[in-house]
């Protein structure tokens, strides 16, 4: 057996969360593989609508057990209020066993928080617009070898280690001016840790691996977007991990040999939130109405989405990175209404055409050279099959597979979960 990996071809947000819950009934495990509660996955059923953070997509599938794997970094806060908001709404899945942390998962402190904040304010406009959830302060300790673990919280000297690793951050918070009251943060992060030791603890290296022996089937759910990636993304203007399907094996444990099916996500268009280039970006009319249409307003921190049309260099470099398999395109319905969409097909850059993505694109803006496609004018929202799409959308589909090189395997017309059509079986 082999781990299927879906994850994000642009800047997040594609809809990662929606996929994995109809895709899920079909796996035994879903694997959380990297980033932290800067993510908002949303799923949507029986007129219900849910936000996860941190948990696995997965989790309203009454047989899949899902993981939090060691690439991950946690906050304990707001996991506690993940939980206590499904429990509000019936779910429980601590209870039902179907829920698991992985001990080498690092933990997000209250003070990496106000690392991250500080760091931000210092940078002025240049800021990478952070979600402020202390998640780049976090993988700094990772990879400086000072981070506090979730296997950690059970030894005794939890606390010794937990003020060590503080006052090193408060000193550090001292160069940039006055350190904000954390009192009350810190007692929640304190009654959290407690809490999170009643979650089950497992190394995931080993339970993913024994899962794939016993002939088991696990899909690994990225969060962020290739181009967030922290080597390949638009860097500095990128989160702190590795979002592509790499980072399932270094977030998991799993071999490079051991991954299957690559599921690539993105948009029938582009969203970015937060700072940082955005080639195709429409900061006009066109851009409003796909933020109005897509309803393209951030599922964490409730900021506008940045929107633009799809960029097809920056999606060939997305699917390259990725290995991807098979293609999902979301938010089709968003351009129901359209009499001509477009396609970003190739750059003009530093005086040339290009159809890759360059090195710097901070300083040196790439122009998108954009190709125009009929309108398909018809509400998808309704259809189920892929008989009902329309032909101008299934010429935009063959047009994006010729390009892309890869299958477009799904298509989604809604947030709705039934909302979802498979096109090739
Ligand atoms: P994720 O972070 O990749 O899981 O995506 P988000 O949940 O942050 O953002 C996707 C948003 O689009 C959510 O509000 C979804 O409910 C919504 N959504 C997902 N698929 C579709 C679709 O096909 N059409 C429409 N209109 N909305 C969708
Ligand atoms: P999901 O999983 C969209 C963006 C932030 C910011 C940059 C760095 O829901 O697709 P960070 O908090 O990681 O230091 O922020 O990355 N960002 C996301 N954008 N979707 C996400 O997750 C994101 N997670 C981080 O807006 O530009
Ligand atoms: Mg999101």
């Not at 179907?98 to 106000?114: E, F, G, N, S, Y």
């Not at 040196?364 to 309704?382: R, S, V, Y």
Request: net charge negative; glycine share 10%.
């Amino acid at each position: 057996m082999q781990v299927d990996v879906l994850l994000g071809l642009q800047w997040g947000d594609e809809g990662k969360g929606k996929i994995v819950d109809v895709l899920c009934p079909q796996y035994d495990l879903i694997a959380r593989f990297q980033g932290g509660p800067n993510a908002g996955h949303t799923l949507e059923f029986d007129n219900k609508k849910f936000v996860l953070n941190t948990i696995p997509s997965g989790i309203f599938n009454p047989k899949t057990l899902n993981l939090i794997g060691n690439g991950v970094v946690i906050d304990p806060i707001i996991i506690k209020r993940e939980l206590d908001n499904l429990r509000a709404a019936g779910f429980d899945p601590v209870g039902a066993g179907k829920l698991v942390l992985a001990r080498k998962a690092h933990l997000i402190l209250p003070t990496h928080q106000l690392l991250d904040a500080a760091s931000e304010s210092k940078m002025g406009s240049s800021k990478i617009g952070s979600t402020l959830k202390g998640i780049g302060p976090t993988y700094m300790d990772k990879t400086g070898r000072n981070g506090l673990r979730v296997g950690d919280t059970t030894l005794p000297d939890f606390k010794e280690r937990y003020e060590k690793l503080k006052e090193k951050h408060l000193n550090i918070l001292a160069h940039y001016g006055e350190i904000p009251d954390f009192k009350e943060r810190e007692e929640a992060f304190l009654a959290a840790i407690e809490f999170i030791k009643t979650i089950p603890h497992v190394d995931s290296e080993h339970l993913v691996n024994q899962y794939l022996k016993d002939g088991k089937k696990v899909l690994a759910e990225g969060a962020q977007g290739t181009l967030l990636d922290i080597d390949f993304g638009s860097y500095p203007f990128v989160t702190s991990s590795n979002t592509t399907t790499a980072g399932a094996c270094t977030g998991l444990g799993i071999a490079p040999n051991k991954i299957g099916k690559v599921f690539g996500i993105f948009k029938a268009y582009c969203t970015r939130v937060g700072g940082g280039p955005f080639p195709t970006e429409l900061e006009d009319e066109t851009g409003e109405k796909l933020r109005q249409l897509g309803h393209e307003f951030g599922a964490t921190t409730g900021r506008a989405r940045r929107t633009g049309w799809i960029d097809l260099p920056a999606l060939k470099y997305a699917i390259m990175l990725n290995g991807v398999t098979e293609l999902i395109m979301m938010k089709a319905d968003v351009l129901d209404t359209f009499d001509k969409i477009y396609a970003c097909t190739h750059y003009k850059y530093d005086g040339e055409v290009i159809d890759y993505m360059p090195y710097d694109i901070n300083t040196i803006k790439p122009e998108p050279i954009l190709e125009e496609l009929e309108g398909w004018k018809q509400d998808l929202t309704g259809i189920r099959n892929p008989e009902e799409v329309p032909t101008a959308l299934k010429n935009y589909i063959a047009y994006l597979e010729k390009i892309l090189e890869v299958p477009i395997r799904f298509l989604s017309v809604g947030p709705d979960r039934t909302q979802t059509i498979e096109l090739h079986a």
